[in-house]
């Protein structure tokens, strides 16, 4: 498994953040070396910990840290012209709160970054891969559902949402011009709703509200009246997708939903939490109003991915959830 990766130099953008870390945590064990990049507006230098020490100098093999800006040329950051052999672009805010606190640099990091990063593996290794984390925001309010890659979306382009909507799907488009007019192997995953260890307990999504406030044994906020629904993929899966991604032949130029298919309402996601947390008490949410175009619906189609990746989620909802609970609540 994972022939091709092994042995070769990877690098990753959002190497600190919530997929970037749990990516390092899963690459250095199969023999990649990892140049990761982060310039820690919203990645957590304490999501590194394990590899690097306080000043952020690796402390272990095949890893090294660079704190740079990754919507900057490459050259800037990469003191001199390093051959990659494969390019993880996995930088960007991404929760709602997030990127609209950041909106400029979310938009500069999916259109610029990716443009300048494509430009340097065209000049560095015009052999080398580039993985674009997409998402299943680029499909903005469905009116298909599930949705499929061959779905082209529903997006308010001037919405609050638009500078990560907008960017993400200008950042495909980029991808989709170095692959069909430059050669370039650039592949898109468009990631759903993930959860697990590793993500900012604070970064406002609904899995980290849900179980801080089940913890803290306050009301669960439920925005809207509980019935929109997600998909949420465990982290651990999302990971497996993304390697095969990046290690399979022939997908140069496909775009692949990488998720789990199974839907809950909100309301029935806080009711797992709830139960999770606090069995045995009453279960009293508090509803609050739902943010500007918060999408309905989101369930992933994943077909293509099952045919071209050969692998379906494993874990289970409530189990990903028992372990993102150990996780935010372990000292
Ligand atoms: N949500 C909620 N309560 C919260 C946080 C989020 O009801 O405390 C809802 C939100 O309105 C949306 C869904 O949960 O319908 C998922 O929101 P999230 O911010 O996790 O990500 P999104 O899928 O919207 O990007």
Known sequence: ???????????????????????????????VRVIGVD?????????????????????????????????????????????????????SPASPPRYQAYPVETYLV??????????YLKETNPEGRFIFAGTSEAYG????????????????PNGKRSCYDESKRMGETICGIFYRDFGVDARIVRIFNT???QMDPTDGRVIPNFVNQAVRKEPLTIYGDGSYTRSYCYIDDLI???LRMADKENLAGETINIGNPEEFTILQTAQM?????????????????????????????????????????QV????????????????
């Not at 997929?19 to 945590?25: D, F, K, M, T, Y």
Request: glycine share 6%.
């Open 1 to 31: 498994m994972f022939e091709y990766l092994q042995g070769k130099t990877v690098l990753l953008t959002g190497a600190a953040g919530f997929i970037g870390s749990n990516l390092v945590a899963k690459l250095l064990p199969l023999g």
């Open 39 to 91: 310039n820690l507006i919203t990645g957590r230098a304490e999501n590194l910990a394990e590899f690097l020490d306080e000043s952020g100098n690796s402390k272990v093999a095949n890893f090294e840290f660079i704190r740079a800006d990754v919507s900057q040329p490459a050259r800037n950051y990469m003191d001199e012209y390093r051959t990659v052999d494969v390019i993880l672009h996995f930088a």
């Open 110 to 119: 999916n259109t610029m970054g990716t443009h300048y990063l494509l430009q």
């Open 141 to 156: 309010n469905p009116l298909v559902h599930p949705q499929p890659e061959t779905y082209w979306g529903n997006v308010n």
């Open 195 to 197: 959860y697990g260890p």
């Open 240 to 242: 497996e997708y993304i």
């Open 273 to 313: 939490v709830h139960k999770l947390v606090n069995s045995g008490v009453e279960f009293k949410p508090e509803y609050k109003p739902l943010p500007a175009d918060d999408p309905t619906r989101r369930c992933p189609d994943i077909s293509k991915a099952k045919k071209l990746l050969e692998y379906e989620p």
């Open 316 to 331: 289970k909802f409530v189990d990903g959830l028992k372990k993102t609970v150990a996780y935010f609540t372990s000292p």
